[in-house]
Every structure is written in C-alpha cells, then in structure tokens.
C-alpha cells in the first residue's frame, strides 16, 4: 500500500481542526487518500474533547493571560495542552476498511507506528489500552479517534519536552495540584522525549522517525505529498466553525 505524508505544518488551532476534518471528509468520499501528517500548533493551545464542556476543563483567563487558545476537536477524549515548543502532533486518516473494526485493535495498530517511532529514537515503548503509549515504562503520547462517513481521523500527541507546569496552571485542576510535589508525582507516570534521551530531538528528527515507525507497523509505503486546492478549500469553510465561541461552548 501507499499512503501520503505531509509536510509538517504549523497552523492556529481552527486551521489544524480544519484540515483534520477536511482530510476525513474528502478521504470518505474517495477524494482525499490515506494520509498521515505531522503538525505544530501555533500559539499553543488546549484542545478538548467533542463531549466536554470548556469551562469545566480550561481555566479560560489563564490561557488568555499565556495567550494560549482553545478549540473544540471532533474526536472525543481529554483535555490536552499542546505546547508549541514542545509537542509535535499527529493525525491518520484512513477508509474504515484499512484498519481493524474493533476499536482497541485500531488503536493497537496506529499507534504501533508510534511504539516504533520511539524506538528508532532510542526508547523502548509499548501500546498501553485503550489510546495510550508508554516510554520507559511512563506515558508519552495519548491518541483519540473518530469514524464518520467511513472513514476514521486519529490524532495525538508525541510528548517532545512540554511545559508540565503551565499546563496544570491551564487545566482546571486544584490548586494543590500546581504545587511541585504534585508535579513530580505526574513525573513517575508521565515522560517526555528529552527526559528520557537527555536531549531535546528536532521536530524534524521526530517526524522521519515516527513515518518509518508507520511504515513499519502499517505496513506501507509513505510518499510525500501536498494538500490539494479541494482540501485546503474545505478546511478554509470548516475553519471559522472551529474559531467560533459557538462551537468551543456547544456543551
């Protein structure tokens, strides 16, 4: 099989959501193929998921203070705080087909490509169900996912060296929870790459080593490619729902 790779982008956070949509939507109606990217966001953002409610999640004048934005994805899950300096993100978009029916399997599948991904930077990972990836033993990427239309989005986080600490500060969490000792404690299940190589990789660095790691657990062949006029029209009319207070508080 041959898949397309994107170039890494970095996009605002309605752009990003945009684009993953667009890719779905379009590879459903066989106008978009199988495709992995790689992305940057830009400011950083939290992102939350398609069922939480934004002001139950996101301490909303503290990203303002950060300048930090916020955005609604149409995968499920948790919050996440994406750093611009140091989280990469990924997405799959696939035909239902090309992928298990059981939605662990999926999950095992995709972020296998992860779990080799790591291991070509010198990690030993493993998939820890349901969406998760661990490094040394401590989580370094979640993943979520979505099927619509039959096709299926998934997208997550490769931790490259995060601000742990603003990230609390964002994430309504109690303030007993932005204390050091807390913190620390997150540190014993929770890694990132530079904590465990002891050098912070090129965004770069880590994208080449997690599109052979697809490579390898897809089985397939990734060739470069470009968004085409249809795709990025697409997400240009999807962007403003994504930019809309309408839809960051639809719950």
């Known amino acids: 099989m041959e898949w397309r790779l ?10 990003s959501m945009a684009i993953d949509e667009a890719l ?25 998921g398609c069922f939480q409610s ?11 203070h950060h300048g930090v934005d916020v955005v609604r994805r149409i995968t499920g899950g948790g919050a996440v705080f994406h750093d611009h300096d140091g989280e990469l993100t990924y997405s799959v978009v696939c035909k239902q087909g090309d992928v298990p029916d059981d939605i662990i399997e999926s999950y095992r599948l995709i972020c296998g490509g992860l779990v080799r991904g790591f291991e070509r930077l010198g990690l030993r990972a493993e998939f820890k169900p349901v969406n998760d990836v661990l490094g040394n033993g401590k989580k370094i990427s979640g993943s979520a996912q979505t099927r619509r239309w039959g096709s299926v989005l998934q997208h997550g986080t490769v931790l490259i060296a995060p ?20 913190i620390a404690s997150v540190f014993e299940r929770v890694t990132t790459i530079e904590r465990e190589l002891g ?4 965004f770069e660095e880590v994208k080449e080593a997690m599109s052979r790691g697809f490579e390898k657990s897809l089985g397939l062949k990734l060739s470069e490619g470009e968004l085409t006029s249809d795709e990025v029209e697409l997400a240009s009319e999807l962007k403003p729902k994504y930019a809309s207070d309408k839809w960051l508080r639809k719950r």
């Open 6 to 15: 994107l170039p890494l982008r970095v996009d605002d956070a309605s752009m």
């Open 24 to 48: 779905l939507k379009l590879n459903a109606e066989s106008k978009s193929p199988n495709t992995i990217r790689f992305w940057r966001w830009l400011p950083s953002t939290v992102s939350i």
């Open 54 to 64: 934004v002001e139950r999640e996101v301490d909303l004048e503290v990203a303002k």
């Open 163 to 182: 601000d742990m600490r603003l990230m609390f500060e964002l994430l309504r969490v109690s303030p007993e929870k932005i204390s050091d000792k807390f």
């Open 199 to 202: 050098r912070k990789p090129s």
